[in-house]
């Protein structure tokens, strides 16, 4: 799941981390405008994972049952959930 993504590339990136590791599905909160030719690029070879994308416009509305591994916040700051 990523939250309010600013660059998409990191969307198309994602996408193609999650075919490569053979996860299952992406799920965006306020992504923006993501759909853009970077972001196509980006994920060359997941674009399936991208058409299949779950968009939310905030957290509340996203699925209660996912779980977060690792949450980043600013550039260069990482946290584990609490």
Do not use: Y
Not at 18 to 34: C, K
Not at 61 to 78: N, S
């Amino acid at each position: 799941m990523l939250v309010r993504p600013e660059v998409p590339a990191n969307v198309g990136a994602a996408a193609r981390t999650i075919r490569n590791t053979g996860l299952e599905g992406l799920s965006l909160v306020a992504p923006g405008d993501w759909r853009t030719v970077e972001c196509w690029r980006t994920a060359w070879g997941a674009h399936d994972v991208l058409e299949q994308a779950h968009v939310f416009d905030d957290l509340g509305a996203a699925p209660r049952q996912l779980e977060p591994v690792q949450v980043v916040e600013a550039p260069g700051v990482t946290k584990s959930p609490s």
